[in-house]
């Protein structure tokens, strides 16, 4: 069970502390300049340790307070973000996503903005492999791929997409008539192209 002194003592040290002002720190946190000094005494007994020294009229911050300010700050400032994140949730951060070239060039265009909008917090990289890659991009946090290599799957979270089905499409013209295409060794009478690596095309030889 943590032990530690109540919040609202602490909220006032690191006002008056802050601000330098008792009753500047008063002000902030809408209370008279007597309950900030009761904290802050209750705090200092507390601890056992004096964090403002009074020189004439002026309250200034001991060394001992000087280090507990900051570190009250800082935990100040993470359970207010914490808070906010609560009552406003939302993702947040950097995300990379890996995926086949033409996915990546035509489908995640028209995604990326609707992605966008629902979570402004995330930004979006977007990376890209070959397509008949099999191997995870360590670059990236989510990979996409079209087929499972020798990976050992049991170290990666997994989720299957639905198959994708290839078929052959041609214009109409070349599959009616008596000399369509009827099998595979009819494409010979066909000019046909080729896809290379190196990403040109041509007609094939």
């Not at 099999?134 to 990666?156: F, K, P, Q, V």
Request: a negative charge.
């Amino acid at each position: 069970m943590r032990k530690l002194p109540p919040l609202n003592a602490l909220r006032a040290f690191e006002a008056a502390a802050r601000l330098g002002h008792f009753g500047q720190a008063a002000n902030e946190l809408c209370v008279t300049n007597s309950a900030i000094s009761h904290q802050i005494r209750s705090l200092e007994a507390a601890l056992g340790v004096a964090l403002f020294e009074k020189r004439g009229r002026t309250q200034y911050v001991t060394d001992a307070g000087q280090r507990l300010m900051h570190t009250v700050q800082q935990a100040l400032d993470m359970m207010t973000e914490a808070c906010c994140n609560a009552s406003h949730p939302g993702m947040t951060g950097s995300l990379k996503i890996s995926a086949p070239t033409e996915l990546a060039h035509r489908l995640f265009p028209r995604l990326i903005g609707d992605f966008s909008n629902r979570h402004p917090g995330l930004t979006l990289h977007l990376l890209v492999h070959d397509s008949d890659s099999d191997e995870i991009n360590l670059a990236a946090d989510i990979t996409i791929m079209y087929a499972m290599g020798d990976t050992d799957w049991s170290r990666y979270w997994v989720v299957p997409f639905l198959a994708i089905e290839f078929f052959p499409v041609c214009h109409p013209s070349l599959i009616e008539g008596e000399n369509g295409l009827r099998s595979p060794g009819d494409l010979n009478r066909c000019c046909m192209l080729h896809d290379d690596p190196n990403g040109k095309h041509g007609p094939a030889g």
